[in-house]
C-alpha cells in the first residue's frame, strides 16, 4: 500500500482519531532502516494493550512490529488467546479466524495475494501462542512447512495455556504443576525449533524477548527468507509472569533467567544455506546503501 | 422478511464490473451471469456430476480452490485441479484434512479471491467450525456438498443428514435436485453470495453418487464465458490485502468483556448475518426463477420436498396418477433462505403433505411442519437412509396406506 492511500481528506480530519493522525505524519512507511528504536517516536501501528501489566508479550508485540520490514504491505494472521486480546489495537490488517487453524489461513491468504499483486511483496506473519501452534494447530503448522509456503511463523511461548487460565501445554517444561497436570507435566517440553528445522524451515530462532535489538534482528532475518527462501519460523520465551507466580516487574529477569547457559531458551538459529546467502547478500546491500547516505550527508549542500 | 418480492421481469443487479465484456488469460470473456444463461445457447451435454462440477468451474472465474479426497467428491475435486493446470484458475492445491481445507479456503477468501471447494459426510463435519466462521467473517466462499452418510459404522453412501447441521451456520444452503440443477447453482450460487447485501458463504448441496456419479444430459452454456470475477473491494467488510488504509478497530476488545455492550455487539451481527441471508432471496428468486417449483400444487395431496428425492417423487406420481390419484409437486431449491412464505401459500389447500427425504432425521419435515398452519397435514415420510435408494413405489405404498387405501403391501 503506498502512502498516499492514507491520506486524510482535509475535510475529516477534524474527526479523525489522533492516531490515524499520527499514521499519516510519521507512519515508519516505507522505512528501510525503521527497528525497536522506533518505539516511543512512532506509535501508529500500537500503542496501548489490553494485557496484563508487565506482560513480556506486550513488549513482544512492540519490538515484532517495530521490527516488519514492512508494515504497509503485512497482513498478521492470529490464533485465540492472549494476542488476540492485542491484535484489536494493532493497525496492520490482521484475521483471527479460529483457534490453531492459523497457519491454514495464512496458505491460503499468502498464495492469494502472491497472485493478486504479483509484483509486491505481500508479507504474511502469523503470530500465535504456544497452544494454537503446537497442540491444536500442529498439524496446519508442519503442513505448511511441508508444503514450503513462503511466510513467518512466529510463536509466543508462555509455556502454558495462559488465556484459559494456566493449563498444561505441550511447550511446557516436565514436571511443572499446572492445571490440567496436576501432579506435573509428565513428557518433555516439545523441541519445536528442530521440528521446524526438520519440516523444511529455510531459517528457525529460539530466543527471549529480553533484548531488543536480538529480536529485531530475528524478525527482519524471518520475514525477509520467507519472502524469498521458504518458511521461516521464531519461537520467543514471553513467561506469562501472572500464572508462574511471578510479580510485573519480574518478567525481564525471569527471561534472562531462562537466555543463561544451560537454560531452556539459550539464543538459537538455524539457517539453511541459501538462506545464509541472502542474508549475505542484504548485509551487504544495507552496509553499501548507509554508506552511500553518509556520504551523501557529508557533501557540502552546493556541491 | 421472508415476503415475496415482486421483480417485475427483472433479473438480479450482479455483473456492473468493470471487466464485463473483456476477455481472461483463457480467451473467456466475463460476461453477465444473467446472459450466460438466458442468451446464449446452451448445448446439451452427456456427462457425470462430478465432470458438471468441473464445467461450471471452468466458467466461474474462480481464484482458489482447495482439494481433499473424500468419497464421493474426489473425482470433482481432481477435476477442479486439471482445470488449474489448464490455467483456469489461479490457485489449486491438496490440504491436510478438511478443517485445514476450510481455513486455507478462507485465508484465500480474506486475500480477495473467489474461492470454491467441495467436500461431503464426514469432512463436512470435520470442517463444521469453519462454516459459521465463514459466515461471521462475511466471506463469500462456494462449497459443494456431494452429500453421504455421517453415521458409525463407516458408511460412503447418499443419505442428506449433514445437511441439517448447515441450517443454522450463516450460509445460503441450496439443494440441486439433478445434474443440471448443480450447474446453474454453483454458477448462480456465486453471483448471489457475492452480493455485497449479501456476501455470505454458500453451500450448493447435492445427494452423493445419484447426482455425482451419474450421467445426465445437461445443458451448459459456452465455454468462452466465464462469470466476472469476484471484487473484492465490494465487500462489506475489509479485503485483509494492506490496500486499505489499516485502523485499530478499538481500544477495548469484546472477546475480555462480560458487559452488555459485548453481549449487543455479538448479538446484532448474528442477526446482520441472519438478515443477509434474507437479503439474498430478492437475487435468487431472480435468478432461479423462485425459490421453489411446482407442479398442480392446487392439488390436496401434495409431495413436498428437495434433492433426488423430488426425482423419485415425480415418478411416483405419474405411478399414482395412473390409479387415478392426483398428487401435486412442490420442489424446495433453497433450504436457507427458507422459502416459509412460499410453501405455506403452496400448500394452502393441501390436505396430506407428504415429505420423503434420504435421511433418518426427517429435518426437512420438521422445517415444514414448524412454517405452515395446521400441520398435522404433514406426514414425514417416507424416509430411507444409510445409502438406500428410494424406489418411486415406495413413495406410492406410503402416501396409499396414510390415506387409507388398500395395496397388496399394506393388506397383507
Not at chain 1, 502469523?126 to 511463523?153: C, H, N, P, Y
Not at chain 1, 516439545?190 to 534482528?217: D, F, H, M
Not at chain 2, 445457447?41 to 466461474?60: D, H
Amino acid at each position: 500500500m503506498s502512502k498516499e492511500k492514507i491520506q486524510i481528506c482535509e475535510d475529516l480530519a477534524d474527526i479523525m482519531p489522533p492516531e490515524y493522525h499520527k499514521l499519516v505524519e510519521s507512519a515508519t512507511f516505507g522505512n528501510q532502516d525503521r527497528g525497536w528504536k522506533d518505539i516511543g517516536s512512532s506509535t501508529e501501528l500500537i500503542e496501548q494493550h489490553s494485557l496484563c501489566a508487565g506482560c513480556p508479550e506486550s513488549i513482544a508485540f512492540r519490538y515484532i512490529l517495530a521490527s516488519l520490514p514492512a508494515p504497509e504491505d503485512t497482513v498478521f494472521v492470529g490464533s485465540t488467546g492472549c494476542t488476540s486480546l492485542v491484535f484489536p489495537h494493532v493497525a496492520v490488517h490482521n484475521i483471527h479466524s479460529l483457534f490453531g487453524n492459523q497457519n491454514a489461513i495464512a496458505s491460503g491468504l499468502k498464495r492469494t495475494l502472491k497472485s493478486r499483486f504479483p509484483d509486491v511483496e505481500k508479507d504474511v506473519v502469523v503470530l500465535a501462542g504456544d497452544g494454537a501452534t503446537v497442540d491444536i494447530g500442529l498439524d496446519m503448522t508442519m503442513q505448511s512447512w511441508f508444503r514450503q509456503e513462503k511466510f513467518t511463523t512466529i510463536c509466543f511461548d508462555n509455556e502454558l495455556y495462559a488465556n484459559t487460565g494456566g493449563q498444561e501445554s505441550g511447550l511446557m517444561q516436565k514436571g511443572f504443576v499446572a492445571k490440567m497436570a496436576p501432579k506435573g507435566k509428565n513428557f518433555e517440553k516439545v523441541r519445536l525449533p528442530e521440528i521446524a528445522r526438520e519440516a523444511g524451515c529455510a531459517y528457525v530462532a529460539l530466543l527471549t524477548v529480553s533484548k531488543p535489538n536480538r529480536v529485531e534482528q530475528v524478525i527482519k532475518n524471518a520475514v525477509l527468507i520467507a519472502r524469498e527462501v521458504g518458511p521461516t519460523f521464531v519461537q520467543l520465551y514471553t513467561p506469562c509472569i501472572l500464572e508462574i507466580g511471578k510479580q510485573s516487574m519480574e518478567g525481564l529477569d525471569e527471561m534472562k533467567d531462562s537466555e543463561s547457559i544451560g537454560g531452556r531458551f539459550v539464543q538459537k538459529e538455524y539457517i539453511s544455506d541459501e538462506a545464509q546467502k541472502l542474508l549475505d547478500s542484504i548485509k551487504i546491500e544495507t552496509k553499501e546503501r548507509k554508506k552511500a547516505a553518509k556520504e551523501a550527508a557529508k557533501k557540502p549542500v552546493n556541491a | 422478511m421472508n415476503k415475496q418480492v415482486d421483480l417485475k421481469g427483472k433479473r438480479v443487479i450482479a455483473s456492473k464490473h468493470v471487466k464485463l465484456g473483456q476477455k481472461n488469460r483463457k480467451g473467456q470473456t466475463y460476461t453477465d451471469v444473467n446472459d450466460i444463461f438466458y442468451k446464449a445457447e446452451q448445448t446439451p451435454n452427456f456427462l457425470t456430476g462430478s465432470e458438471v462440477i468441473k464445467e461450471a468451474i471452468r466458467r466461474a472465474s474462480v481464484g482458489t480452490s482447495v482439494a481433499y479426497p473424500i468419497t464421493p467428491q474426489s473425482e470433482a475435486a481432481a477435476l477442479i485441479g486439471e482445470l488449474y493446470a489448464e490455467d483456469y484458475l489461479d490457485e489449486y492445491f491438496r490440504g491436510e484434512s478438511e478443517f485445514a481445507v476450510m481455513g486455507q479456503c478462507a485465508g484465500a477468501s480474506f486475500g480477495g479471491h473467489r474461492v470454491f471447494t467441495t467436500t461431503a459426510g464426514p469432512g463436512t463435519l470435520r470442517a463444521m467450525e469453519n462454516f459459521p466462521m465463514w459466515a461471521g467473517s462475511r466471506l463469500p466462499i462456494q462449497v459443494c456438498v456431494t452429500c453421504r452418510g455421517i453415521n458409525s459404522p463407516l458408511s460412503i453412501q447418499p443419505d442428506t443428514l449433514e445437511m441439517h447441521y448447515l441450517l443454522e451456520t450463516g450460509m445460503l444452503v441450496w439443494h440441486a435436485e439433478t445434474a443440471q440443477d448443480l450447474y446453474d447453482y454453483i454458477l448462480k450460487g456465486f453471483i448471489v453470495a457475492e452480493q455485497p447485501d449479501v456476501h455470505v458463504p454458500i453451500a450448493v448441496c447435492c445427494d452423493g453418487f445419484f447426482v455425482t456419479h451419474t450421467k445426465d444430459t445437461v445443458d451448459l452454456s459456452p465455454e468462452e464465458l466465464c462469470l466476472t470475477p469476484y471484487n473484492p473491494y465490494e465487500s462489506p467488510v475489509t479485503c485483509m490485502d494492506m490496500e486499505i488504509a489499516p485502523y485499530r478497530m478499538m481500544r477495548d476488545p469484546f472477546v475480555m468483556k462480560s458487559n452488555y455492550i459485548n453481549y449487543s455487539t455479538h448479538a446484532s451481527w448474528q442477526q446482520e448475518i441472519k438478515a443477509a441471508v434474507e437479503r439474498s432471496r430478492k437475487h435468487t428468486i431472480a435468478l432461479l426463477d423462485g425459490l421453489i417449483d411446482e407442479h398442480n400444487s392446487d392439488r390436496e395431496i401434495l409431495i413436498v420436498t428437495s434433492g433426488t428425492a423430488v426425482s423419485q417423487s415425480r415418478e411416483a406420481i405419474r405411478l399414482l396418477e395412473e390409479e387415478g390419484i392426483k398428487v401435486g409437486l412442490v420442489k424446495i431449491k433453497t433450504v436457507r433462505p427458507f422459502p416459509y412464505e412460499e410453501i405455506k401459500r403452496a400448500t394452502k389447500h393441501a390436505k396430506h403433505i407428504f415429505v420423503p427425504e434420504f435421511n433418518v432425521a426427517g429435518w426437512m419435515a420438521r422445517e415444514i411442519k414448524s412454517t405452515i398452519p395446521d400441520n398435522e397435514r404433514v406426514y414425514c415420510g417416507p424416509h430411507v437412509a444409510g445409502g438406500m435408494t428410494m424406489p418411486s413405489e415406495v413413495i406410492v405404498e406410503e402416501i396409499k396406506t396414510h390415506l387409507g387405501i388398500k395395496t397388496a403391501q399394506n393388506s397383507r
